[in-house]
């Protein structure tokens, strides 16, 4: 008896949903998960940037150095008060 490929297909058990077999991850366990990805991720773009230092392939002035280190420290310091603060960044305000 010979059988069609697409009748076998179609015949075939289909495999069940993602969603219908995945528990549901606690926040934990997404923030972990998400750390464990995008951690890295900064960290090699980071080390990218670092390159940019090497003087035998590139040029550049004491300002555009200051420039990139000083917009890289702000964004570690919104990071870590982002942590301080529980994900809430804090408001600007003015002050004489």
């Known amino acids: 008896m010979a059988t069609n490929k697409n009748t ?4 075939a058990k289909t495999p069940a949903k993602k ?3 995945k528990t549901k ?8 998960e998400l ?3 995008r951690v890295p991720k900064a960290l090699r773009v980071l080390k ?12 550049y002035t004491d ?10 420290k702000s964004a570690v310091d919104d ?5 301080k603060n529980g ?7 003015f002050r004489i």
């Open 19 to 21: 969603d219908d077999k």
């Open 87 to 93: 994900g809430k960044k804090d408001e600007e305000t």
């Open 63 to 72: 300002a555009q150095s200051t420039a990139i280190i000083s917009a890289l």
């Open 48 to 59: 990218s940037i670092s390159s940019l230092a090497n003087d035998t392939k590139y040029e």
């Open 25 to 32: 991850k606690s926040n934990s366990e997404k923030f972990a």
């Open 79 to 83: 990071l870590s008060e982002c942590f």
């Open 8 to 11: 076998a297909k179609t015949t």
């Open 35 to 37: 750390a464990n990805v």
